[in-house]
């Protein structure tokens, strides 16, 4: 079955530096690939999601790329604001399979 | 519009003892899914419901967890007996695509249990 990694579990940066979570996935028929956002004690809220027809998708200072021939996509988040502060879960989805597998999280910390 | 409704938000029960727990979809939402999130990790996903069909439940330990999806809508999730190692937070999500295939998940507050 599909898995997901994604690394690194904790990022810390400074406010207005950029930050970069990556994730890898093992089918290849994989094709959907969303990130969510899960502030402490809410509920995980979809930010972008990108499909594999595409390399890239950008969204204001949140900006996601896919590697298919890797298997990998990663979040990228420019000038980052103490409000970006959450966990971060990057999840892969096939066609051929209908489960959303989701990653383990990255808990990014941005200092003011 | 309102959101994905759970209840209890939370619970606390010794092991051994059942918990029943509650989701209400967004309407008009035809995929539901139940997810368990332990303590610093990801969402795993337990039971995937396609309208009142059961689209995947291959993680959900059938020995104990049972989930039912009425008329298509609403669905409880039960544990019983529950164990200590069921400590999570229990997420309920829905999604519009029918196919069940891509489309964006929302998802509820969600129900933590804690097992003594």
């Known amino acids: 079955g599909e898995n997901v990694e994604q690394h690194p579990s904790t990022l810390s940066v400074q406010e207005g530096d950029s930050a970069v979570i990556k994730c890898t996935y093992s089918d290849s028929a994989s094709n959907y690939f969303p990130w969510y956002k899960q502030e402490l004690g809410k509920r995980p809220q979809l930010i972008i999601d990108i499909r594999s027809n595409v390399g890239e998708k950008k969204d204001q200072r949140i900006a996601v790329t896919l590697n298919k021939t890797a298997k990998h996509f990663s979040l990228h988040i420019t000038e980052t604001q103490p409000e970006d502060s959450a966990v971060y879960f990057c999840?892969?989805?096939?066609?051929?399979?209908?489960?959303?597998?989701f990653g383990s999280g990255t808990r990014l910390l941005v200092r003011p | 519009e309102a959101g994905v409704a759970q209840s209890p938000r939370y619970k606390i029960i010794e092991k051994r003892q059942s918990v029943a727990f509650w989701c209400n979809p967004i309407?008009?939402?035809?995929?539901l899914y139940w997810y368990q999130q332990i303590l610093g990790q990801g969402p795993k996903l337990l039971i995937q419901?396609?309208?009142?069909?059961?689209?995947?439940d291959s993680q959900l330990p059938k020995d104990r967890f049972s989930a039912e999806r009425l008329k298509g809508v609403d669905s409880t999730l039960k544990i019983q007996p529950a164990k200590l190692e069921d400590s999570a937070v229990y997420l309920c999500?829905?999604?519009?695509?029918?196919?069940?295939?891509?489309?964006?998940?929302?998802f509820g507050e969600g129900s933590r249990l804690t097992v003594l």
């Open positions: 999500a829905s999604s519009l695509d029918s196919s069940g295939r891509t489309g964006e998940l929302f």
């Open positions: 419901f396609q309208n009142n069909g059961v689209v995947d």
């Open positions: 309407s008009g939402h035809a995929t």
């Open positions: 999840a892969a989805k096939g066609d051929s399979s209908y489960k959303l597998i």
